[in-house]
């Protein structure tokens, strides 16, 4: 732990961001609407107790502080210094920033590296020198940092003008300084406050990344949220999640970028690197955080992590005064993956004790007629509870919650309710006034008012409760040797059966009549390819074919295959033919790596077929995987149940076989990580008693990889 | 038209309940809490012109009005009476109501026909008795009704509590009272009001239905907004949808009981017909009407559809003040079918000559610079609209909508450019004040505060503009004659074939010699079946062989087919065997028809095996279709590019062929709709040259249906 030290100052320098003893701003403006003038505004506003000190050579007084021509004039110390300034000046002012002993600064100026190459070396040159002096720097482009906590205003945000920040327990970490503040103002709209907020903009040092990790340590926060649209450092990225959720942290994220639409309007609007959200949302399941895909989603996310109750599985039970919208959950209910199991009988049975036309299953409908004696809804929600096994809980009170006098009658009942079951998170969906939100709220229910993200909440809170699976291993065994220069089928399956993937007994032979003899020895169909070091996609040229049966087809075919090769693919090389028996049955799958650019090695499960091709239905994670996370891997996939379950009278497939050989493959991409870029078993056939890989590639990296 | 007269009246006696001359309550209270009390009061709140006749045997004077303690003994006509009095009492009340010659009745109390078969059977005879007078009857156990602009209020709602409604272009007609007034309520939070509100609770008379072909003829609702659980009279359902669309009147609908959850819940909450969503689903895509799947759905759906401007087509225009939320816009695009074409290079070059930082491709991001002189925004929407050629337009003003100052320079330069364009929906997603909004929407536009559902509502938009594809007819020639008893798979390809449906050669034989020999005729791989009348499903027996070449391998494959049976399905009856080609490559489509018991024979579209298994990747259209709809629903498949595109250099299939199958096959079931109750063609091999049904069956209804 050599490295302790910097890291230490790293952390340090970050509370100097976002509690400092004392601000400067560079280009302070007397005019408060100027982006100069917003942050000293803002500190007055606060009451800020350090030192706030303007810089401007041009004025001795600046909204009635008195202002220094110079950094270096202050002759104080200055923790954060913030830099609005045009963008040709912010090199002159990070140099005096430096000189003067400044801890972190605060970049707002644009026109750096979002614009031009000129503008990335300016940014690397600024980032470089505060590194070397241990100075911390966000932006430039920067929304910039506040925090409610400590009074720190070091943004020119104009959500503040609207709406003033509440302490709170989350800590925002945003690239975008627009959606940063958006989905501040929204948390705010629900009442709910912040710990700290950062936007990072153009990130010449201060990420997202960095953030999450030092509000993984800050204890006046307890959920992180995190929205990045191009992550250019994957490990750190990865250790930061990490970090969260070893101190117990929640950290939801927006990754944006995930479209071919959307990542080519990240490349034309900021200086990330985007693409990367196929490695992005591997590593953040892997690590247990939640991949939110809207900004609702997102407030959504942290406002039932900020409860810190969150489900212990997807069983959910519905109280409600409306019928219809039960019966509406119950139908949204598959969306999330969540089950509405019935009541017991002696449950339903005590529930019809106290409102004779309720209908007890699940969702209890206590009908409307309770409004005559609302205790009785307390009443009912006990019996539920304490006799359904719910992971979740839903009441929906429709209006009723607008009402005062009957909320004053109920939410006593429920808080004591509520107080004997302190693990089972309870939603209250309603429309209600602020007043009656906070209530609730004060006794820990999650509150909102409607019915399609009550429970959507009740997944989230599913998704918040699952620890991930853990992590994989890799043995020395994995490692393979690569032959120099491009791989055939041949030579990848006799790397990748050495590795300990199951292939069925094949053939290699040079000619169409050894094709045949061979064939004959087998017995039965059997499929023939054409052996080629050039060519990666065989059956694209008519290098395939299946399920030929007899000496004498099988030579047919050869010729003929050959034949077709050679006319669609000219250049090819040809070596022959492979002869393997013919398998059918069972599901197809794809099982297969890649290495991000940003994340490194993952690996991959697909369908086979159309569902790959057409639907996409692939779920990637991070090599190498455990077998609970290929066990997951599994559950991922959209039509899962062809891998779970018996279809149609076919018997369940070898899920063990598909789970070593899913972790074998992951195990193989990271342990060749180096060497091997892409690696594909497509189709690998699991079947009722083991599975087989019945083709291989593997793609070499163009240059080797410096270690 | 015979019947013109009685609809006529019909219509007279629903007028006379959403806009009375006079109103009785039986059951009237003094307590205004109480739900006999509630109407008077609110229609003394509300400042009901007409007459408002308490009746209540105990008091002369209720709320201040003088009470009757009959109904007769008013002695004054009545057009509506509302009936708020305990179970037992409801039908002599009735009996009252028709003999003081009251035009239209609510009936609020519970405890009938959702309870048990008395509780219908009591519904059953005061509904007939009611049709017999020609008056009306909503209920009972309903809300009621209520309409802002008649003043009228016969209803307890809650929601009237805490939100009086605003006059407005939105009816809503919601079987359930909580759902409805919900939904009333949501609308009133943003500002939207109604014309008219009805909850028609158990429906004994008036129906869903009724009220949206009632409202399809107010000149005052331009939207009708309807909640429906179950569908009892599904050609009522049809014929008002198709009203409404006739009279230019967009429907929004919410139909639960969708998931089997779902329908499980609403058969034990109510006594509504469920687990009719495939044929609703179907109806309402057939009939133009649109199908949320929640409460914000919902209501969008309707506050999109009271805009009255509806877009065009697919092609959305962005414009931002965040490339964050840009980009986010263009990820979630996809979930929505819409896309975001680039702008032509002449626009963008004119966006970056006003804001030289903008992305000026699509989404337009026009930075937060631009803030310092907002009129630019309403520039750079005036270069992207004007050149965009974009069918809808989203513009994301982040906070900028809480600030009075800059809207009263951005809105009058935005409203211009709207006017200019009057056929484009144009959407302002931002933070916002009901001010700010009140005057967007008074100019056009249609204003929201979540980045998600602006994109939501661009492509409710392209749904709402789409016509619905022209009605499908019912040649002579599709009548077929079946056979008396069931029908094995050889008749059924008789059946159809000589309807018109393309099946590839085939040999019908009696012995496993005789399949062998017939196999050695065609040559090539064959297909082998048994024959029986007796089971459906004849792989799950063991009754299908695939590919099996050459005529002694055909041979003992059928002589083991017809043993595996036998030992499978002992009781089923064997009648030889099915010999046809092995075709392969293509796609494997099913087409098949269901009867709905509600809405009559639906077509199905579906992708073969697993897609169908595992994914119910399947459309459900009403029979017959036009080659249109056929078109549609091969559009509206999830994988419906396997169709559509050529996939993996496979060429794209013979979509006409397709097409032409699945319109004769839905004129099939819907011309023998009485004798045929399931028809499936599984597999339909969808080749590059056409397309063969490569098996068949029909199942008759099992007994006749009366004509």
Known sequence: MADLAPREQERSALDALLAPRSIAVLGASSDTAKIGGVPIALLKKAGFRGDIIPVNPKSDTIQGLAAVPTLSAAGRPVDLAVISLPAKLVEGAVDDCIAAGVRAIVIFSAGLGEIDEAGKALEARIAARCRAAGVRLVGPNALGVFSPLTATFATFSTALHATWP???????????????????????????????????GNEADVTVADLIAHFSHDPATSVIVAYVEGIKDGPAFVAALKTARAAGKPVVVMKVGRSDLGAEAVASHTGALAGAARGADAVMAAAGAYAATSMDD?????????????????????????????????????????????????AQAAVKAIVPFASGRNPVD???????DITRVADIAEIAIDGGGFDTVILFLA??????????????????????????????????????????????????DEPRRAVRLAGLLAELGRAPAPAGEVPADAVVRLPSGSLDEVAARQILAAAGIAFPPSATVRTAQEAGAA????????????????????????????DVA?????????????????????????????????????????????????????VMLGLGGVLVEVLRDVVFRPAPVSPETAEEMIGALKASALLLESVRGRPAID??????????????AAANRD??????????????????????????????VEP
Do not use: W
């Open 366 to 372: 206590v009908t409307a007629q309770v409004i005559t």
């Open 298 to 346: 997102l407030v959504d996310a942290a406002e039932a992590a900020a409860t810190g109750v969150f489900a212990r599985g997807r069983r959910v039970g519905v109280i409600t005064l409306s019928g219809g919208v039960g019966v509406l959950m119950a139908d949204l209910a598959a969306n999330e993956g969540l089950t509405f199991p019935p009541l017991p009988d002696k």
């Open 166 to 200: 509440e302490p709170g327990v989350i800590a925002i970490a945003s690239q975008s300084g627009a959606v940063g503040s958006y989905c501040y103002a929204m948390l705010a709209d629900r009442g709910i406050g912040i710990s700290h907020f950062a936007a990072t």
């Open 655 to 668: 899920r063990d076989a598909l789970v070593a050989t899913i972790v074998r493959v992951s195990q193989i």
């Open 675 to 704: 060497a091997i870029a892409e690696m594909e078993i497509n189709p690998y056939l699991a079947l009722p008693g083991g599975g087989y890989a019945l083709d291989a590639l593997i793609v070499p990296h163009a240059r080797p």
């Open 550 to 602: 007899g000496a004498e087809a099988v030579e047919t075919a050869a010729r003929e295959m050959a034949e077709e090769v050679a006319r669609k693919a000219p250049d090819a090389r040809q070596d022959g033919f492979l002869v393997t028996p013919m398998l059918t049955g069972g599901v197809e799958c794809v099982i297969g790596s890649v290495t991000d650019p940003v994340f490194g090695p993952l």
């Open 519 to 546: 064939a004959a020895h087998m017995g039965g169909a059997v499929a023939l390819k054409i052996i080629s070091p050039d060519i990666a996609h065989k059956s694209d040229v008519g290098g395939v074919r299946l």
């Open 399 to 448: 209006h009723m919650a607008r009402n005062l006098g009957v909320m004053d009658q109920l939410i006593p009942a429920l808080a004591a309710l509520r107080r004997r079951h302190p693990d089972v998170p309870f939603i209250v969906c309603a429309r209600h006034t602020p007043e009656v939100r906070d209530r609730f709220r004060a006794e820990g229910f999650l509150v909102n």
